[in-house]
């Protein structure tokens, strides 16, 4: 084909310069190597390729394919190619013959016409169609013999003819294979051409010795390349250097001169020159220096291929951009970013860089300044001379630098909550101490960040804060001072804060208000924009809202009264301080009968907003908050059961004000109760007296037992866990610790330390967890700290058995009987940190128990009962160690062996202790060391602790003491002393209540109360189904109900219902409210009651007659609303708590 080919494109193409924006024509020019130049109307020419292989344009993909790709790219959907037409260019007029020369005289016969070698098959095999048993096998077969047939004839015309066979043995083959004499390979000397017969065979042609030399040479350097080709330098490298060794001594011995150099160089030159226009002359250079024999023999500046080049260019670029853009900065680099650029310069720079005369030039190349080159140069010869590593560098800190105070108090009060799923502490280094040159650190609890991190600098830009950064910051420079911008603002943050993840066990109060809080406070913004708020109807409130609701901070500064320091709980130097109890629970001092303008109080100060045209519109608005999802029904009881979830909401802005009003109404109270409770675990901790221990106690999750191989279907078994965790001793211990931080050097420090130790008390699941449990799991923990012994389950420690308790099976293998010695005998007192969980911890059992504490072991029993909602403690971190020991011991191969009983001795000796010794730590609450028990239902059942009810009032108790040491009791009424509030100001601490500090406040009094023992005698006993039907009989007979329904909406786990007829028995099964209800159910006809307001108890009667389960009831007689005023009902606090109490 010929090289160059041109034609025309007809079509529609879209053309800007056209009347109606199209043209319809066009031209396109190819050339041999593939490339399509195309110009249509006023566009610049296009350029198109068509896909190549092995170099040369493939046969399938034409111009018109490459034309398309390229136009589709441009104008996609814009233009119609129809088809390419070439333009035959006319021949040029052939110049006239010249004559033909004289004949020559005949000298030899002349040969004859050459044989025409044309393999084919025969007639009936030609187009035959490809059948499913056709295979290319068959036809290579059918080929051979055609081909053995044609080498017969061809035999038979040599021996008849008496021709030359070696001439037309290689026109035979030549044309079989396609080529001529021009493509024959360089390897192998080309034949020379038989003009005419010889008689005689010419002799073979002599190879020179450099030719041969050559030859060698070449096999030589194939050799080298396919080595490193597969990865074998080194045999490369020894290959290449005997090469090197070899030429050098040859050419010492026949040194060839420089114009036999000069006249190989120019035949190549000139070789190359002959073969055509620059596109085949460039890719017959590119082909013929790509070859592997070429490339070892190019000199190094040749050797580097163009990728190379353009990597270490962009590798120079990179590294400059990263000097100018991602380390560039407008004022100082911190230590870190100094370190960093400084090592990365100091990659790119000889140390002798200055000595070459080489440093501008690497100046300009980068963009360095001279000092900062300098000194990456110096670090560089320093880093050589020392071989020991990068030392890094030190600056002293800025004589302005800035006061990071403010932004770490606004941290803690505005940018963060507390985090209720981890409880545990976080220790905070404050720097090195000037003086003693020791590291200093403190604990806090971790914090969970409220919002992102911009929407938190701009509350911060806002606040208080920020304007005591910017009077801390004034110079002479800058005596306006500065704002730290987001940045410094991040840094600046508490390690204890952290962000938050995924949910679990959240506070539903806490979560309503803060999530809630900010969103509010954008749309709030938006709606009363930047105009003047004082001439609104609401006086001037909203303008005040919208500033108040930008963080919890200035919300309780517009709500309540402001923060008193309470001196007597105050921590060492750090002051603490929170709001009146009175302003939280709406009883503000200010406040009198006939004037509260100066009092506080969520309703008072939320008053005015109602008059607000904006705030209190019908508008919609978006908020979030929990709704009860119904899961089903309980089999058992019938009760609906309902699972809560934070959803979004939309309703009008005056609804989200009341709602957000009665939330705040229980927030206030809930979250003074959290900060006070928080504070006593503090000061219990550090200054409790020297014979207390503390005690944190919790079930824990029932415990898998896992195995290595479950059958399908099959059920796994599962242990009871009751997690205590107690520390005493508390102590100051000498422990080696590092000098300095980093520091190999370790000398002696004063810590303060607690031994502190973890029961796991394990029992087979049947067992419900409750207050007979846990105090089971008590008295052997009591009684091991004073004796050495236990009283009732069988316990093991660093593999052995300790005394007493259940001894009922053999000592396991491996272990030994403990010696009983007593590790604290001058324990007098408990302090235990439980939640209010009621059936374990918040119920008669258990006050009477904290009552007969001193009769029984002579030890004080104290409880705190924890903030509602936030009772996370440290046994809910070492309950994973079970798990975890378990886990750990099937990926060994050590499977636990099945029963309750083996699967607690599997665990003591495959983790006797803690992983971390506590002397290596400087944690509170680290372990020193792990009890296993193994506590059996029967030992349960005999442990005694009877059952007994509770006196009134205990829900909103946080402090029990049981304070009698009379044994004559323990079988009677027991006294406990209670309070609403936990104290441990230095009285309380000495269990001087009397001299409390805060013995004014409402709460704050210790009262006694008695804790009476359930007495059941064989006349009142009945069965369960005769008291239930005697219930059935009178329930109508009420004016009021309570009925047990979980609904996560309310915080109480009852509604109240009034009774509408006779209780009836199901005679079919139907469905009536989303329950299913099935023959034989007993069921009461109702109208239900719905709350109005929590806080002050009032309800309102609805219309609708709905059906209940009588089960679902709670047994009480005589409840009666208190009050009753425009169709809104009250009941007292007392009728509350007898409900609650009864549930």
């Given at each position: 084909?010929?090289?160059?080919?041109?034609?025309?494109?007809?079509?529609?193409?879209?053309?800007?310069?056209?009347?109606?924006?199209?043209?319809?024509?066009?031209?396109?020019?190819?050339?041999?190597?593939?490339?399509?130049?195309?110009?249509?109307?006023?566009?610049?020419?296009?350029?198109?390729?068509?896909?190549?292989?092995?170099?040369?344009?493939?046969?399938?993909?034409?111009?018109?394919?490459?034309?398309?790709?390229?136009?589709?790219?441009?104008?996609?959907?814009?233009?119609?190619?129809?088809?390419?037409?070439?333009?035959?260019?006319?021949?040029?007029?052939?110049?006239?013959?010249?004559?033909?020369?004289?004949?020559?005289?005949?000298?030899?016969?002349?040969?004859?016409?050459?044989?025409?070698?044309?393999?084919?098959?025969?007639?009936?095999?030609?187009?035959?169609?490809?059948?499913?048993?056709?295979?290319?096998?068959?036809?290579?077969?059918?080929?051979?013999?055609?081909?053995?047939?044609?080498?017969?004839?061809?035999?038979?015309?040599?021996?008849?003819?008496?021709?030359?066979?070696?001439?037309?043995?290689?026109?035979?083959?030549?044309?079989?294979?396609?080529?001529?004499?021009?493509?024959?390979?360089?390897?192998?000397?080309?034949?020379?051409?038989?003009?005419?017969?010889?008689?005689?065979?010419?002799?073979?042609?002599?190879?020179?010795?450099?030719?041969?030399?050559?030859?060698?040479?070449?096999?030589?350097?194939?050799?080298?390349?396919?080595?490193?080709?597969?990865?074998?330098?080194?045999?490369?490298?020894?290959?290449?250097?005997?090469?090197?060794?070899?030429?050098?001594?040859?050419?010492?011995?026949?040194?060839?001169?420089?114009?036999?150099?000069?006249?190989?160089?120019?035949?190549?030159?000139?070789?190359?020159?002959?073969?055509?226009?620059?596109?085949?002359?460039?890719?017959?250079?590119?082909?013929?220096?790509?070859?592997?024999?070429?490339?070892?023999?190019?000199?190094?500046?040749?050797?580097?291929?163009?990728?190379?080049?353009?990597?270490?260019?962009?590798?120079?670029?990179?590294?400059?951009?990263?000097?100018?853009?991602?380390?560039?900065?407008?004022?100082?680099?911190?230590?870190?970013?100094?370190?960093?650029?400084?090592?990365?310069?100091?990659?790119?720079?000889?140390?002798?860089?200055?000595?070459?005369?080489?440093?501008?030039?690497?100046?300009?190349?980068?963009?360095?300044?001279?000092?900062?080159?300098?000194?990456?140069?110096?670090?560089?010869?320093?880093?050589?001379?020392?071989?020991?590593?990068?030392?890094?560098?030190?600056?002293?800190?800025?004589?302005?630098?800035?006061?990071?105070?403010?932004?770490?108090?606004?941290?803690?009060?505005?940018?963060?909550?507390?985090?209720?799923?981890?409880?545990?502490?976080?220790?905070?280094?404050?720097?090195?101490?000037?003086?003693?040159?020791?590291?200093?650190?403190?604990?806090?609890?971790?914090?969970?960040?409220?919002?992102?991190?911009?929407?938190?600098?701009?509350?911060?830009?806002?606040?208080?804060?920020?304007?005591?950064?910017?009077?801390?910051?004034?110079?002479?420079?800058?005596?306006?001072?500065?704002?730290?911008?987001?940045?410094?603002?991040?840094?600046?943050?508490?390690?204890?804060?952290?962000?938050?993840?995924?949910?679990?066990?959240?506070?539903?109060?806490?979560?309503?208000?803060?999530?809630?809080?900010?969103?509010?406070?954008?749309?709030?913004?938006?709606?009363?924009?930047?105009?003047?708020?004082?001439?609104?109807?609401?006086?001037?409130?909203?303008?005040?809202?919208?500033?108040?609701?930008?963080?919890?901070?200035?919300?309780?500064?517009?709500?309540?009264?402001?923060?008193?320091?309470?001196?007597?709980?105050?921590?060492?130097?750090?002051?603490?301080?929170?709001?009146?109890?009175?302003?939280?629970?709406?009883?503000?001092?200010?406040?009198?009968?006939?004037?509260?303008?100066?009092?506080?109080?969520?309703?008072?100060?939320?008053?005015?907003?109602?008059?607000?045209?904006?705030?209190?519109?019908?508008?919609?608005?978006?908020?979030?908050?929990?709704?009860?999802?119904?899961?089903?029904?309980?089999?058992?009881?019938?009760?609906?059961?309902?699972?809560?979830?934070?959803?979004?909401?939309?309703?009008?802005?005056?609804?989200?004000?009341?709602?957000?009003?009665?939330?705040?109404?229980?927030?206030?109270?809930?979250?003074?109760?959290?900060?006070?409770?928080?504070?006593?675990?503090?000061?219990?901790?550090?200054?409790?007296?020297?014979?207390?221990?503390?005690?944190?106690?919790?079930?824990?999750?029932?415990?898998?037992?896992?195995?290595?191989?479950?059958?399908?279907?099959?059920?796994?078994?599962?242990?009871?866990?009751?997690?205590?965790?107690?520390?005493?001793?508390?102590?100051?211990?000498?422990?080696?610790?590092?000098?300095?931080?980093?520091?190999?050097?370790?000398?002696?420090?004063?810590?303060?330390?607690?031994?502190?130790?973890?029961?796991?008390?394990f029992s087979p699941p049947g067992h419900k967890p409750d207050a007979r449990y846990y105090n089971t799991v008590y008295q052997d923990m009591i009684s091991y700290l004073k004796t050495g012994a236990v009283r009732h389950g069988e316990w093991f420690y660093n593999k052995q058995r300790l005394?007493?308790?259940?001894?009922?099976?053999?000592?396991?293998?491996?272990?030994?009987?403990?010696?009983?010695?007593?590790?604290?005998?001058?324990?007098?007192?408990?302090?235990?940190?439980?939640d209010g969980c009621a059936c374990q911890f918040a119920c008669g059992t258990q006050y009477r128990a904290v009552a007969t504490g001193l009769m029984e072991q002579g030890v004080v029993r104290r409880q705190l009962k924890l903030a509602e909602k936030h009772g996370k403690n440290v046994c809910?971190?070492?309950?994973?160690?079970?798990?975890?020991?378990?886990?750990?011991?099937?990926?060994?191969?050590?499977?636990?062996?099945?029963?309750?009983?083996?699967?607690?001795?599997?665990?003591?000796?495959?983790?006797?202790?803690?992983?971390?010794?506590?002397?290596?730590?400087?944690?509170?609450?680290?372990?020193?060391?792990?009890?296993?028990?193994?506590?059996?239902?029967?030992?349960?059942?005999?442990?005694?602790?009877?059952?007994?009810?509770?006196?009134?009032?205990?829900?909103?108790?946080?402090?029990?003491?049981?304070?009698?040491?009379?044994?004559?009791?323990?079988?009677?009424?027991?006294?406990?002393?209670?309070?609403?509030?936990?104290?441990?100001?230095?009285?309380?601490?000495?269990?001087?209540?009397?001299?409390?500090?805060?013995?004014?406040?409402?709460?704050?009094?210790?009262?006694?109360?008695?804790?009476?023992?359930?007495?059941?005698?064989?006349?009142?006993?009945?069965?369960?189904?005769?008291?239930?039907?005697?219930?059935?009989?009178?329930?109508?007979?009420?004016?009021?109900?309570?009925?047990?329904?979980?609904?996560?909406?309310?915080?109480?786990?009852?509604?109240?219902?009034?009774?509408?007829?006779?209780?009836?028995?199901?005679?079919?099964?139907?469905?009536?409210?989303?329950?299913?209800?099935?023959?034989?159910?007993?069921?009461?006809?109702?109208?239900?009651?719905?709350?109005?307001?929590?806080?002050?108890?009032?309800?309102?009667?609805?219309?609708?007659?709905?059906?209940?389960?009588?089960?679902?009831?709670?047994?009480?007689?005589?409840?009666?609303?208190?009050?009753?005023?425009?169709?809104?009902?009250?009941?007292?606090?007392?009728?509350?708590?007898?409900?609650?109490?009864?549930?």
């Open positions: 084909m010929t090289t160059q080919r041109r034609g025309r494109l007809l079509g529609t193409f879209p053309d800007g310069e056209t009347d109606d924006g199209t043209v319809a024509e066009g031209t396109f020019f190819e050339d041999a190597s593939g490339f399509v130049s195309v110009r249509i109307g006023s566009w610049k020419p296009i350029p198109a390729h068509r896909k190549k292989q092995n170099k040369r344009p493939r046969d399938d993909d034409t111009a018109e394919h490459a034309v398309r790709r390229k136009l589709a790219k441009l104008w996609p959907d814009k233009f119609v190619l129809e088809r390419l037409v070439y333009v035959h260019e006319p021949a040029a007029i052939a110049p006239e013959p010249e004559p033909p020369p004289p004949p020559l005289p005949d000298q030899r016969p002349s040969l004859p016409p050459p044989v025409v070698y044309d393999p084919q098959l025969p007639e009936h095999r030609r187009d035959r169609g490809t059948g499913a048993r056709r295979t290319i096998a068959d036809e290579t077969h059918d080929e051979l013999r055609v081909l053995v047939r044609q080498r017969d004839k061809i035999l038979q015309v040599l021996a008849a003819d008496q021709l030359p066979g070696a001439r037309l043995l290689q026109n035979a083959l030549l044309d079989v294979l396609g080529k001529d004499d021009s493509d024959d390979d360089d390897d192998v000397a080309a034949t020379p051409p038989l003009e005419q017969p010889e008689p005689a065979p010419a002799p073979a042609p002599r190879v020179q010795p450099r030719e041969r030399a050559g030859r060698a040479l070449r096999v030589q350097i194939r050799e080298a390349h396919r080595l490193l080709r597969l990865g074998k330098n080194t045999e490369a490298a020894a290959a290449l250097d005997r090469l090197e060794a070899e030429g050098a001594s040859a050419d010492a011995k026949k040194h060839a001169g420089d114009s036999v150099i000069t006249r190989r160089a120019k035949e190549i030159r000139d070789l190359v020159f002959k073969q055509g226009h620059l596109g085949t002359t460039r890719r017959i250079v590119e082909e013929f220096l790509d070859a592997p024999e070429m490339k070892l023999l190019l000199p190094a500046h040749l050797q580097q291929t163009s990728k190379d080049a353009e990597t270490a260019k962009m590798m120079l670029q990179a590294a400059k951009a990263w000097v100018k853009g991602v380390m560039k900065t407008t004022g100082r680099r911190s230590d870190e970013d100094r370190n960093a650029l400084l090592a990365g310069i100091s990659a790119l720079m000889p140390k002798g860089l200055f000595e070459l005369k080489r440093g501008r030039s690497a100046m300009r190349a980068l963009g360095l300044s001279h000092a900062i080159t300098r000194q990456a140069v110096d670090a560089r010869q320093d880093l050589e001379d020392r071989s020991k590593g990068w030392q890094r560098v030190h600056t002293s800190p800025h004589c302005d630098r800035l006061d990071t105070t403010p932004i770490d108090k606004w941290w803690h009060e505005q940018g963060s909550v507390p985090d209720n799923d981890n409880k545990h502490k976080i220790s905070v280094f404050l720097g090195v101490d000037e003086d003693t040159n020791e590291e200093k650190y403190t604990i806090h609890y971790r914090r969970l960040q409220a919002g992102n991190d911009k929407d938190a600098w701009e509350l911060f830009a806002k606040s208080d804060y920020a304007k005591q950064c910017q009077e801390k910051s004034k110079t002479e420079k800058c005596p306006l001072g500065t704002i730290p911008q987001l940045k410094a603002f991040v840094q600046a943050r508490c390690p204890c804060i952290k962000k938050r993840g995924v949910g679990e066990c959240d506070c539903d109060i806490c979560t309503t208000i803060h999530s809630n809080l900010y969103p509010y406070h954008q749309q709030v913004l938006k709606w009363i924009g930047d105009g003047d708020t004082s001439t609104c109807a609401c006086g001037g409130a909203c303008g005040k809202w919208a500033e108040a609701t930008q963080s919890m901070d200035a919300l309780y500064g517009f709500l309540f009264c402001p923060a008193e320091h309470l001196k007597d709980y105050d921590i060492g130097d750090t002051p603490f301080k929170i709001i009146p109890k009175s302003c939280a629970t709406g009883n503000c001092k200010h406040a009198t009968p006939f004037d509260t303008s100066k009092a506080c109080g969520v309703a008072l100060r939320m008053a005015p907003l109602y008059k607000c045209p904006v705030l209190a519109s019908d508008e919609d608005v978006r908020w979030k908050q929990w709704q009860p999802r119904y899961t089903g029904d309980n089999k058992e009881t019938g009760v609906a059961m309902y699972q809560s979830e934070f959803v979004p909401t939309r309703g009008s802005r005056r609804k989200f004000l009341e709602f957000f009003q009665d939330k705040l109404g229980f927030y206030a109270e809930h979250h003074w109760r959290v900060e006070w409770t928080t504070q006593s675990l503090r000061r219990v901790e550090l200054y409790r007296p020297p014979n207390t221990a503390v005690l944190h106690c919790d079930f824990a999750s029932q415990l898998a037992i896992q195995r290595q191989h479950l059958q399908t279907c099959g059920r796994r078994e599962y242990l009871n866990n009751c997690v205590g965790v107690i520390g005493y001793d508390l102590r100051e211990v000498q422990l080696m610790r590092p000098k300095v931080k980093y520091s190999k050097e370790r000398v002696p420090t004063p810590v303060q330390q607690q031994h502190v130790d973890c029961f796991f008390g005394r007493g308790g259940d001894h009922s099976l053999p000592l396991p293998q491996g272990f030994t009987e403990m010696d009983p010695s007593a590790p604290f005998p001058r324990l007098d007192e408990v302090i235990e940190e439980l809910d971190g070492v309950s994973n160690i079970p798990g975890t020991v378990l886990r750990s011991a099937i990926a060994a191969d050590r499977a636990p062996p099945p029963g309750s009983r083996e699967t607690v001795v599997f665990m003591a000796r495959e983790h006797p202790t803690p992983s971390v010794p506590k002397a290596d730590t400087n944690g509170m609450w680290n372990l020193s060391g792990i009890f296993y028990g193994h506590i059996s239902h029967k030992v349960i059942e005999a442990c005694h602790v009877p059952e007994a009810t509770t006196f009134t009032g205990t829900r909103k108790c946080h402090d029990f003491v049981g304070l009698s040491c009379d044994k004559a009791l323990l079988d009677g009424d027991a006294p406990i002393h209670a309070r609403h509030d936990f104290c441990f100001c230095s009285p309380c601490g000495k269990r001087k209540f009397i001299d409390c500090k805060f013995r004014r406040r409402a709460g704050a009094t210790m009262k006694k109360h008695s804790t009476k023992i359930k007495k059941v005698t064989t006349s009142t006993i009945q069965t369960q189904q005769g008291a239930f039907e005697n219930w059935c009989k009178e329930m109508h007979n009420q004016k009021l109900l309570a009925v047990r329904v979980q609904d996560p909406k309310y915080t109480d786990d009852f509604w109240l219902a009034k009774p509408t007829g006779a209780a009836i028995v199901a005679t079919e099964n139907f469905i009536h409210a989303n329950s299913d209800y099935e023959v034989g159910f007993m069921i009461l006809p109702i109208k239900w009651y719905d709350i109005v307001s929590g806080k002050e108890r009032t309800y309102t009667l609805l219309n609708d007659d709905v059906y209940i389960q009588a089960n679902a009831t709670v047994r009480l007689t005589g409840l009666k609303f208190s009050q009753h005023t425009n169709g809104r009902y009250t009941i007292t606090e007392d009728t509350h708590e007898r409900i609650l109490e009864a549930i």
